[in-house]
């Protein structure tokens, strides 16, 4: 079940109908609970004990941390059980295959024999970001920051809340379980902004991201487990030319940030309409000024767990400088493999490292604000470098896509068709028409437009404008709807 | 509550509303069998006088060369049409009755019904499918509701097809998936291009062969009427 499904829809009435029906805060919780456990048994009701087995997991080592810290003694061999538990059942589940398949090419490289074992292991859906979540809960009890929650239903509430579970954002315990403890009022909720987060969200996702995958697929290929409809061409992109490329590459980057900043809309607006406040995780994030402004305005919540647990925990910048850079380039490396289990993904990391690394050296040699006229265009130009590595169905590819990316060249002439007549455009136009809608989703999107508009317009003319929208939207989904790119993470 | 209740029903004028001058712009069938037999009908066979309507049985059983064949024997000359739709079931009927009629050659003269379709049940199992959608109209969602509540089904079955109605009955009023071949349209229609024919259909009757899948099927049937 998705959220662009009309099943979901129905689902989230039903939900949100018993929700708000219900007058205490402990019978809401179950509803939630029922809710959120169903939503997820939708994709595969076995992994239900995974996601279950995991929260108990974690709820019950920290409590054993904050004990053992009560009595004296020292707690990390909890935090171990609880890191083991959760990085085995990851890497058992995402990266068995992987280190697998990679140790056998190792090990045939070096001459010695070595045959394929290969698992047929199902990943289950939002296992990356569970994981995460549940984790950075043990951390935080453990390093106290965070007194441990008593309830095992609370915190099995706050792992798989529906909003958020299967693909973000990644939410705080210190920031959700204190909502679990206040009753929610109705008249509390602003409608108007939950509705509009979801529709904005809606359109981000089914209009446009589903409708720009087009021209992505014809030249990357399809992505996995995506039938290729008969009677369609699909890559290889070395079959392509170079301005194709181009043009595949500009509309990947359209698609995967509306496809996933459009999920995190509609999660947040569909938390808000239930009285729950989720964290903002994207924020315009192609209009950075560098490479560490992108990742300060790029899936958020990922880099600002990256940068808690991850980058604060190997030493962050307390130390050499060198000692900064093998930091930042091993969160970003570990980052890229956190998306996926391939090596596309880890150069796709090694790219956004070595750039973080780049623009720290800048800043150091010639000081903030410097070239600033081509920082822009510049982080844009490595950022849609590295979502090559990132869709690419193989490495060959990647070689192909980068080296047109790079220096403007491809061994293919074959055309990326755009839609009906737009082929027969003008390349500039052609372009254009590509990087058009991002830039309008931009301005309308921001808030310093969007929200003046909406409170200086009367309440009742906003309900029936968000009802027009909501028709024209819908009209444009199409009916076999892409499931979320972020879903096989 | 009464404030609530209206914000509720306007957000539904306005979704509907628009949703249903989307429909009046645009108020061909979708792009099934249907629109198919349509426009064949309105741009090949202006002089049909015999119509065909009814189910699969007809769709595939009826052949007009056939009928008019036998029909000129006995000395009753007729231009027939195949206008059955598989599937097709009698809260259909007015819709597609409807849509037929009122792209009819103006020499029509009869229409024969297939009463095997003339009967209460609706097919679930081919969710969200062109013809579904597009047969599952606003106007025919009571007499839809009238048959699941009292067809023979058991519960568990009233209940998925009470879904199979709403779902397909909230797709075709909100016209959900449809921008995309409106535009497609437009655009071919503004190059002064002929509409594509996704199901070519030859004289009303089988699929073209030269296009269709079912070939195996065919012969099978022909040697059966040889």
Same mark, same amino acid.
């Given at each position: 079940?998705?959220?662009?499904?009309?099943?979901?829809?129905?689902?989230?009435?039903?939900?949100?109908?018993?929700?708000?029906?219900?007058? %205490?805060?402990?019978? +809401?919780?179950?509803?939630?609970?029922?809710?959120?456990?169903?939503?997820?048994?939708?994709?595969?009701?076995?992994?239900?004990?995974?996601?279950?087995?995991?929260?108990?997991?974690?709820?019950?080592?920290?409590? +054993?941390?904050?004990?053992?810290?009560?009595?004296?003694?020292?707690?990390? +061999?909890?935090?171990?059980?609880?890191?083991?538990?959760?990085?085995?059942?990851?890497?058992?589940?995402?990266?068995?295959?992987?280190?697998?398949?990679?140790?056998?090419?190792?090990?045939?490289?070096?001459?010695?024999?070595?045959?394929?074992?290969?698992?047929?292991?199902?990943?289950?859906?939002?296992?990356?970001?569970?994981?995460?979540?549940?984790?950075?809960?043990?951390?935080?009890?453990?390093?106290?920051?965070?007194?441990?929650?008593?309830?095992?239903?609370?915190?099995?509430?706050?792992?798989?809340?529906? #909003?958020?579970?299967?693909?973000?954002?990644?939410?705080?315990?210190?920031?959700?379980?204190?909502?679990?403890?206040?009753?929610?009022?109705?008249?509390?909720?602003?409608?108007?902004?939950?509705?509009?987060?979801?529709?904005?969200?809606? &359109?981000?996702?089914?209009?446009?991201?589903?409708?720009?995958?087009?021209?992505?697929?014809?030249?990357?290929?399809?992505?996995?487990?995506?039938?290729?409809?008969?009677?369609?061409?699909?890559?290889?992109?070395?079959?392509?030319?170079?301005?194709?490329?181009?043009?595949?590459?500009?509309?990947?980057?359209?698609?995967?940030?509306?496809?996933?900043?459009?999920?995190?809309?509609?999660?947040?607006?569909? *938390?808000?309409?239930?009285?729950?406040?989720?964290?903002?995780?994207?924020?315009?994030?192609?209009?950075?000024?560098?490479?560490?402004?992108?990742?300060?305005?790029?899936?958020? %919540?990922?880099?600002?767990?990256?940068?808690?647990?991850?980058?604060?925990?190997?030493?962050?910048? +307390?130390?050499?400088?060198?000692?900064?850079?093998?930091? /930042?380039?091993?969160?970003?490396?570990?980052?890229?493999?956190?998306?996926?289990?391939?090596?596309?993904?880890?150069?796709?990391?090694?790219?956004?490292?070595?750039?973080?690394?780049?623009?720290?050296?800048?800043?150091?040699?010639?000081?903030?604000?410097?070239?600033?006229? /081509?920082?822009?265009?510049?982080? &844009?130009?490595?950022?849609?470098?590295?979502?090559?590595?990132?869709?690419?169905?193989?490495?060959?590819?990647?070689?192909?896509?980068?080296?047109?990316?790079?220096?403007?060249?491809?061994?293919?002439?074959?055309?990326?068709?755009?839609?009906?007549?737009?082929?027969?455009?003008?390349?500039?136009?052609?372009?254009?028409?590509?990087?058009?809608?991002?830039?309008?989703?931009?301005?309308?999107?921001?808030?310093?437009?969007?929200?003046?508009?909406?409170?200086?317009?009367? *309440?009742?003319?906003?309900?029936?404008?968000?009802?027009?929208?909501?028709?024209?939207?819908?009209?444009?989904?199409?009916? *076999?709807?892409? #499931?979320?790119?972020?879903?096989?993470? | 509550?009464?404030?609530?209740?209206?914000?509720?029903?306007?957000?539904?004028?306005?979704?509907?509303?628009?949703?249903?001058?989307?429909?009046?712009?645009?108020?061909?069938?979708?792009?099934?069998?249907?629109?198919?037999?349509?426009?064949?009908?309105?741009?090949?066979?202006?002089?049909?006088?015999?119509?065909?309507?009814?189910?699969?049985?007809?769709?595939?059983?009826?052949?007009?060369?056939?009928?008019?064949?036998?029909?000129?024997?006995?000395?009753?000359?007729?231009?027939?049409?195949?206008?059955?739709?598989?599937?097709?079931?009698?809260?259909?009927?007015?819709?597609?009755?409807?849509?037929?009629?009122?792209?009819?050659?103006?020499?029509?003269?009869?229409?024969?019904?297939?009463?095997?379709?003339?009967?209460?049940? &609706?097919?679930?199992?081919?969710?969200?499918?062109?013809?579904?959608?597009?047969?599952?109209?606003?106007?025919?969602?009571?007499?839809?509701?009238?048959?699941?509540?009292?067809?023979?089904?058991?519960?568990?079955?009233?209940?998925?097809?009470?879904?199979?109605?709403?779902?397909?009955?909230?797709?075709?009023?909100?016209?959900?998936?449809?921008?995309?071949?409106?535009?497609?349209?437009?655009?071919?229609?503004?190059?002064?291009?002929?509409?594509?024919?996704?199901?070519?259909?030859?004289?009303?009757?089988?699929?073209?062969?030269?296009?269709?899948?079912?070939?195996?099927?065919?012969?099978?049937?022909?040697?059966?009427?040889?």
């Amino acid at each position: 079940m998705i959220f662009s499904e009309p099943r979901f829809l129905l689902f989230f009435l039903l939900v949100f109908s018993v929700h708000w029906l219900l007058r %205490s805060n402990a019978p +809401r919780k179950h509803v939630l609970l029922a809710a959120s456990l169903y939503f997820y048994g939708c994709w595969d009701w076995r992994f239900l004990a995974l996601i279950v087995g995991a929260s108990m997991c974690d709820w019950w080592c920290s409590l +054993r941390i904050d004990a053992a810290r009560a009595r004296g003694e020292k707690p990390k +061999r909890w935090l171990w059980l609880s890191l083991c538990y959760n990085l085995g059942t990851l890497g058992f589940f995402k990266y068995f295959n992987f280190f697998a398949d990679s140790a056998v090419v190792f090990l045939q490289w070096l001459g010695l024999p070595a045959s394929p074992v290969t698992l047929q292991i199902v990943l289950p859906v939002g296992i990356s970001f569970f994981t995460f979540q549940t984790m950075s809960y043990t951390l935080d009890v453990w390093r106290g920051e965070l007194k441990p929650v008593r309830s095992p239903l609370d915190f099995l509430l706050y792992v798989t809340f529906f #909003p958020q579970l299967v693909a973000g954002p990644i939410v705080r315990a210190s920031t959700f379980l204190p909502q679990l403890d206040t009753v929610r009022r109705f008249r509390d909720v602003d409608v108007h902004r939950a509705v509009g987060q979801f529709l904005s969200g809606f &359109i981000k996702k089914s209009v446009v991201a589903d409708l720009i995958a087009g021209p992505v697929d014809q030249v990357f290929g399809p992505p996995f487990g995506v039938q290729v409809p008969p009677g369609e061409s699909f890559g290889p992109p070395a079959d392509y030319s170079a301005t194709s490329i181009w043009i595949a590459v500009v509309c990947y980057a359209i698609q995967i940030y509306c496809d996933f900043s459009g999920y995190s809309d509609m999660a947040i607006g569909t *938390a808000r309409l239930l009285g729950y406040e989720l964290c903002e995780n994207f924020r315009f994030p192609y209009l950075a000024s560098s490479i560490t402004d992108f990742w300060r305005r790029w899936h958020m %919540s990922l880099s600002s767990w990256l940068r808690d647990y991850l980058y604060i925990s190997l030493g962050g910048n +307390r130390g050499s400088r060198w000692f900064t850079h093998r930091n /930042l380039m091993l969160t970003m490396l570990l980052g890229g493999l956190w998306h996926g289990a391939g090596w596309t993904f880890v150069v796709w990391g090694a790219i956004h490292g070595l750039a973080l690394v780049v623009h720290k050296e800048w800043l150091r040699v010639a000081g903030p604000g410097r070239l600033s006229l /081509l920082s822009r265009p510049l982080t &844009i130009y490595t950022v849609l470098l590295a979502w090559i590595f990132f869709r690419a169905r193989t490495w060959e590819d990647s070689w192909v896509m980068a080296k047109a990316w790079l220096f403007l060249g491809s061994p293919g002439a074959k055309e990326v068709s755009l839609g009906a007549g737009l082929v027969d455009w003008p390349i500039g136009v052609r372009f254009l028409a590509v990087v058009a809608p991002l830039l309008l989703l931009h301005v309308a999107a921001s808030r310093r437009l969007y929200e003046p508009l909406r409170r200086a317009l009367p *309440a009742w003319l906003v309900t029936l404008l968000f009802g027009v929208v909501a028709a024209i939207a819908l009209s444009c989904v199409p009916l *076999a709807a892409r #499931p979320f790119i972020y879903f096989q993470f | 509550m009464i404030r609530r209740l209206a914000h509720v029903a306007l957000f539904l004028v306005g979704m509907f509303g628009t949703s249903t001058a989307i429909r009046h712009a645009d108020p061909m069938p979708f792009f099934s069998w249907t629109r198919q037999k349509i426009v064949h009908l309105q741009s090949q066979v202006a002089d049909v006088d015999t119509l065909f309507l009814g189910s699969s049985r007809f769709n595939y059983g009826v052949r007009p060369e056939l009928f008019d064949a036998r029909m000129a024997q006995l000395g009753v000359p007729t231009k027939s049409f195949n206008a059955a739709l598989s599937g097709l079931r009698q809260v259909d009927h007015d819709e597609v009755v409807e849509w037929i009629l009122r792209h009819r050659s103006p020499a029509l003269k009869r229409v024969v019904i297939e009463l095997h379709s003339w009967r209460q049940q &609706i097919r679930g199992g081919y969710w969200f499918t062109d013809q579904e959608i597009e047969l599952h109209t606003l106007r025919s969602f009571l007499p839809r509701m009238q048959a699941v509540l009292t067809d023979d089904h058991g519960l568990w079955n009233k209940v998925t097809e009470t879904g199979f109605v709403l779902a397909h009955t909230l797709t075709n009023a909100l016209c959900i998936g449809q921008a995309d071949r409106i535009v497609k349209e437009r655009l071919i229609v503004g190059r002064g291009e002929p509409l594509p024919k996704i199901y070519p259909v030859r004289d009303g009757g089988w699929n073209d062969p030269a296009v269709s899948d079912m070939a195996p099927m065919i012969a099978e049937h022909e040697e059966f009427e040889r």
